[in-house]
C-alpha cells in the first residue's frame, strides 16, 4: 500500500466506526507552553479538562506533529536510526466521553489484522503496570481484554502481553494536564518472527512501537498529585510514517528479510532520489552501529540523506502553518533545524538553493492531503532559499575560525563554543558534531555558563509587576463595557480597594472601564463616591479575572468607600480613539495576508489612543510599494464605510473563516469581531461600529523586530491627519530652504548628499596619509600588540572607515579609537583572531571602557561599538586614560 492509501484506509475504518473525519490542526498549537503541536491529542486538550465542550464525541484525523525542543524532542536521533522524525503524522482515533478501552482495542486489533492483514503472530501488546511510587494501579481492564484477544487467536497472552511501568505504558502530554495508562501495540519485524517479545521497547528497529492506545482518566497538577478527569477519554496515536515504511520494506509483509526503515516508503524515496541526483551519491540505507563518534564516511552520508529528507519535510509544514525560522523560542528551534540541514548537505556536496528546491518536491507529494502546501510552496521557497543564503555567509566565517582553533588542539573551550553558537549561529550541537569528526572534545560545561550568564543579562532590564490580592471568587469583575451608553454615570459597588507601591486601585463588582489586556491599553476616566468626592481613573489593569482601577488618590482616602456605592464615567472620546486604533489591527492584518500571503500571522500588538504597533510573522523587509498598497487597501474599506459586528459563539462553532490565535487561551465561548466582507477574528477587545469611523489610516513606520517577525506602527483619524499635516509642513519647509519646488527636491537633495560624499572622502585621504599620527599610544600585554588612537574630531563613519583601515594594514591585536562630534562620543573595538584566542573580545572590551561612563556599547568577538551622551565625559576620561593599565587589568 502506498501512504496515500494507508492515510486514507485509516480514515475510511474509523468513519465507519461513527466518527467525525477532522482536518489536521496547525503546527502551531493553542496550549501556550508548547513549541510545536507535537502529539494528536494536543488540540484536544480543553475536551479532557472539560474547558469546552465537543461538538462531536468520536473523531478520527491524521495530525501533523513536530517534535524538537522540549519535553518532547526527537532532533538528536533524527537521521542516526531510521525511526525517529522530527515531523510526522499521527493518526488517531478519539473518544470524548463516549467509548473508552473496550472498543479501543478491539478496534485497533481489527484495523491492524482484518483490514490490513498484519501478521498476527507477530504482535504484542503493552500494558500498565506501575511501580514502587508511580500513580494508579495495574490496568486489569486492558490485560483482560488482550487477554481474551490472543486466546481467541490461539496464541498465548502470557507470551504476547508483557508489562510496562510508568516510563512505557503511562502517558503524559507535559508535566502536567491529561494523562492516563496506555497500551502499546508491537510489530516483530525480525526474519523469523520468533522473539517471543524480548525485543520489545528496546529501541530496536526490528521490534518497533506501532499504536499507542492511551486511556485518558486523569490530570496532572503542578504539585506531583493526580485527580480523575471529569469524563473518560481514550486518545490513540498511530506513526503513520511506521506504517507506511513497514508496509514498504515488507512488501505488504510478504518478505521480512529486510531490516526495516520508515525512509523506504514513498513520503522519503522521492526526497533521497533526488538527494541522489545531485549528490552523485547512491542512498544505501546504512546506519550507525554504535557511537556517532566511530561513524565511517559511507554511513555518515546515508545519514545526511536521512536528516535533510526529515528536516526539509519539517521546515515544508511548519513555514506553511504560518511558523517562520527566527531567534527565539519555536523560531529558533526551526532555525537549528535548517543549519542541521545545510551542514550535512555540505558532506554530500550540493548545489546551492538545495533546501528550498527539495521542499517543492515536498509540496507536490503531500498537496493531496494537505492543500495549505501548494498554496504556500513559493512563500515556503522563499524563505528557505533567505535562510540558507544568510546562513551561508556566516557558515563559511565560522568554519575558518573552527578550522583555525582544532588544528593542532584536541579541545574546543567552552567560550570559543558560545562565539560559534553567538556571533556565527552555530547550534551547539552542531559544532560537537563537527569536533567528534576531528577526534575532539568541546567543553560543554563552559559553554552552558556563558549561555546562562547571557540569558541573565537579557532578563535583568524585564519586570513584571503583580498586585498582591486575595483569592477570592468575590472579588473577579464583570464586564459590561462594549456599549459606549453604558461606560458613563455607570452606578456598581467596592468589592475592595487595594495598594502597591503608593498606587491606589478600586475594585468593583462589574465596570464599563476595559482593563489593558490583549494588547489593547486601559481606559481611564472619572470615579464619583458615595459622599460626591470624585477621583481620576488613570488607567485600568487586568489581573486574575479582577479589573483593578487605577485612582490619583491616597489609599487612606478611599479605604473608607469599600462595600459602597460608586458611579463609574469612562472618558469617551479616549476609547472611541482606542477602539479606532483596534479595529485598524484588524483591518491591517487582513490586509497584509491579502497582500503577503497566508502565511502571515500576528506576532503581537499594542494599542494607543493615538497609534498601534502591528507585529506579524514575514520573511523580509516590505518595499516602500508594498507599504503603500496595504495602506491603501486598508483605505479602500474605510472609505466603504463596512459594518463592524460582534456576536459570541462556542468556540467549536466558531466560523471556519475565523481568525484565532494560537497561544491565546480560549474558553467555551468566543467573541468574534468581523468587518463585512473583510475580517474575521476571535477577539475581546473594543472596536469601532463601522469602518468609516477610522477616517484614515496611515502607515508611519515598518521595520525589523526578529528575523522573520515585522512590526508596522500606524495610526487612523485625527492623530493620522496630524501626522500627515507634520509631514507636509516639513516638507514645505525644506522647499523653502532648498529654493527648491516639491518635483526637485529629492534629485536637490540627492546631489548635496553626493556632494558631502566627495568632501568626506578628499578630507579622509588627508586623514590617511597621516594615520601614524592618530596613534596615542601603543603597548605589548599578553604578547598582544594593543594600539590606542587618540580622541577625534570627525563623524562616526569616517572614524570607523579609518580605523578599520589602519587594523586592516598595520595588523595590531587590539585597536581602540575614540571619537566626538555634536557633543557626542563614541568608541570603536576591533579584535584579532589571536585576541580572540586569549579570551578578549572587542564586546567584552567595550564594555569594560564604557563602564566607568556609565555609557553602553555591544557588538561581537571581531569588532564592538559604542556611544556616550556627552563628549566631554569621554576628554576627561581619556586625560587620565592608561591603556596599559587598562588591558592588565582586562587579563584573562
Not at 128 to 153: C, H
Not at 596 to 621: I, P, T, Y
Request: net charge neutral; with cysteine; hydrophobic share 35%.
Amino acid at each position: 500500500m502506498k501512504s496515500n492509501e494507508i492515510r486514507q484506509s485509516f480514515l475510511n475504518f474509523f468513519e465507519s466506526k461513527g466518527h467525525r473525519i477532522v482536518d489536521s490542526s496547525s503546527l502551531l498549537p493553542e496550549t501556550p507552553n508548547l513549541l510545536f503541536t507535537n502529539a494528536g491529542m494536543n488540540p484536544f486538550v480543553p475536551y479532557f479538562l472539560g474547558e469546552r465542550c465537543p461538538q462531536y464525541k468520536r473523531i478520527a484525523d491524521a495530525q501533523k506533529c513536530i517534535r524538537a525542543g522540549g519535553k518532547h524532542n526527537d532532533l538528536e536521533e533524527v537521521g542516526f536510526d531510521t525511526y525517529h522524525h522530527t515531523f510526522f503524522e499521527m493518526l488517531g482515533n478519539w473518544s470524548l466521553g463516549d467509548y473508552f478501552k473496550e472498543e479501543a482495542i478491539l478496534w485497533a486489533w481489527e484495523l491492524l489484522t482484518q483490514v490490513w492483514h498484519f501478521p498476527k503472530e507477530r504482535l504484542y501488546a503493552t500494558v500498565y503496570r506501575p511501580e514502587m511510587g508511580e500513580p494508579a494501579n495495574f490496568d486489569e481492564e486492558a490485560y483482560v481484554l488482550w487477554e481474551k484477544i490472543f486466546l481467541a487467536e490461539g496464541m498465548d497472552p502470557s507470551v504476547h502481553i508483557l508489562m510496562g511501568s510508568k516510563k512505557d505504558n503511562f502517558w503524559m502530554m507535559s508535566d502536567t494536564g491529561p494523562c492516563g495508562p496506555c497500551s502499546e501495540i508491537h510489530m516483530d519485524l525480525t526474519p523469523e518472527g520468533d522473539t517471543q517479545g524480548r525485543w520489545v521497547n528496546q529501541e530496536d528497529a526490528r521490534c518497533m512501537e506501532i499504536w499507542n492506545l492511551v486511556f485518558m482518566q486523569y490530570n496532572a497538577l503542578p504539585n506531583g498529585t493526580f485527580e480523575l478527569l471529569k469524563n473518560k477519554f481514550v486518545d490513540t496515536g498511530m506513526g503513520f510514517e511506521r506504517i507506511a515504511g513497514m508496509f514498504s520494506t515488507t512488501q505488504n509483509f510478504k518478505d521480512f528479510s529486510r531490516t526495516p526503515s520508515n525512509y523506504d516508503s514513498d513520503l522519503f524515496t522521492p526526497l533521497l532520489r533526488q538527494l541522489e541526483q545531485w549528490s552523485g551519491y547512491k542512498y544505501g540505507g546504512r546506519i550507525a552501529a554504535g557511537s556517532q563518534d566511530t561513524i565511517d564516511a559511507d554511513t555518515l552520508r546515508d545519514c545526511a540523506f536521512r536528516i535533510i529528507a526529515d528536516h526539509v519535510r519539517t521546515l515544508t509544514f511548519a513555514i506553511a502553518d504560518g511558523i517562520l525560522p527566527g531567534n527565539e523560542g519555536r523560531h529558533y528551534v526551526l532555525r537549528r533545524i535548517i543549519r542541521r540541514a545545510i551542514l550535512f548537505g555540505q558532506k554530500l556536496n550540493l548545489p546551492n538553493g538545495f533546501f528550498a528546491d527539495l521542499s517543492h518536491i515536498v509540496s507536490q507529494h503531500m498537496c493531496g492531503f494537505f492543500k495549505e502546501l501548494l498554496k504556500r510552496s513559493e512563500t515556503i521557497k522563499t524563505v528557505l532559499n533567505n535562510e540558507e543564503q544568510a546562513f551561508k555567509i556566516t557558515l563559511q566565517k565560522g568554519l575558518h575560525l573552527f578550522e583555525k582553533w582544532t588544528c593542532d588542539s584536541a579541545y574546543l573551550s567552552g567560550d570559543q563554543a558560545f562565539l560559534l553558537y553567538d556571533t556565527y549561529g552555530f547550534p551547539l550541537d552542531l559544532t560537537q558534531l563537527m569536533a567528534k569528526e576531528k577526534r575532539i572534545t568541546v567543553d560543554t560545561t563552559q559553554f552552558n555558563v556563558c549561555m546562562h550568564e547571557q540569558k541573565g543579562r537579557s532578563k535583568a532590564a524585564l519586570k513584571k509587576t503583580t498586585i498582591a490580592l486575595q483569592e477570592n471568587d468575590s472579588l473577579k469583575t464583570h464586564f459590561v463595557g462594549y456599549n459606549l451608553s453604558d461606560c458613563t454615570g455607570y452606578e456598581s459597588t467596592i468589592n475592595d480597594c487595594v495598594q502597591d507601591t503608593n498606587v491606589s486601585y478600586v475594585i468593583t463588582a462589574s465596570t464599563p472601564f476595559y482593563a489593558e489586556k490583549g494588547g489593547q491599553m486601559g481606559d481611564s476616566g472619572r470615579i464619583i463616591f458615595q459622599d460626591g468626592t470624585a477621583g481620576e481613573i488613570v488607567n485600568t489593569r487586568y489581573q486574575n479575572q479582577i479589573i483593578l482601577h487605577q485612582v490619583a488618590l491616597p489609599y487612606s482616602k478611599i479605604i473608607k468607600y469599600q462595600h459602597t456605592p460608586v458611579i463609574l464615567s469612562v472618558d469617551i472620546e479616549r476609547r472611541k480613539h482606542i477602539s479606532n486604533h483596534h479595529t485598524a489591527t484588524h483591518l491591517l492584518h487582513w490586509a497584509l495576508r491579502k497582500i503577503l500571503g497566508q502565511h502571515v500571522q500576528q506576532a503581537g500588538s499594542w494599542v494607543q489612543a493615538d497609534q498601534f504597533r502591528f507585529d506579524f510573522s514575514h520573511f523580509e523587509k516590505l518595499s516602500e510599494a508594498t507599504i503603500a498598497d496595504v495602506e491603501r487597501l486598508c483605505c479602500e474599506k474605510v472609505f466603504e464605510n463596512l459594518p463592524i459586528s460582534t456576536f459570541e459563539v462556542p468556540f467549536d462553532q466558531k466560523p471556519n473563516d475565523c481568525l484565532a490565535f494560537f497561544g491565546d487561551k480560549y474558553g467555551d465561548m468566543v467573541r468574534v469581531v468581523q468587518i463585512l466582507n473583510c475580517s474575521k477574528e476571535l477577539c475581546g477587545g473594543t472596536h469601532a461600529t463601522r469602518t468609516g469611523d477610522l477616517g484614515i489610516l496611515k502607515i508611519k513606520q515598518e521595520s525589523a523586530v526578529a528575523a522573520g517577525v515585522r512590526r508596522i506602527e500606524a495610526t487612523v483619524g485625527v492623530h493620522a491627519m496630524q501626522y500627515i499635516h507634520t509631514y507636509i509642513t516639513c516638507v514645505r519647509q525644506l522647499e523653502k530652504m532648498m529654493d527648491c519646488p516639491l518635483q526637485k527636491l529629492q534629485e536637490r537633495l540627492q546631489l548635496l548628499q553626493q556632494q558631502k560624499i566627495e568632501v568626506e572622502k578628499r578630507y579622509q585621504q588627508v586623514l590617511q596619509k597621516t594615520s601614524s599620527q592618530l596613534v596615542a599610544e601603543t603597548v605589548t600585554c599578553n604578547t598582544l600588540c594593543c594600539v590606542r588612537f587618540a580622541l577625534q574630531s570627525v563623524d562616526a563613519h569616517m572614524l570607523k572607515n579609518l580605523s578599520k583601515q589602519y587594523f586592516n594594514e598595520q595588523k595590531p591585536d587590539i585597536l581602540c579609537s575614540f571619537g566626538e562630534q555634536a557633543q557626542k562620543g563614541f568608541v570603536f573595538v576591533f579584535c584579532s583572531g589571536k585576541a580572540i584566542q586569549k579570551g578578549f573580545t572587542a564586546a567584552a572590551l567595550i564594555q569594560r571602557l564604557l563602564q566607568p561612563l556609565g555609557a553602553n556599547g555591544g557588538g561581537k568577538a571581531d569588532f564592538a561599538s559604542g556611544g556616550v551622551k556627552r563628549s566631554i565625559d569621554l576628554e576627561c576620561y581619556l586625560q587620565t586614560f592608561s591603556l596599559g593599565k587598562f588591558f592588565n587589568e582586562s587579563k584573562v
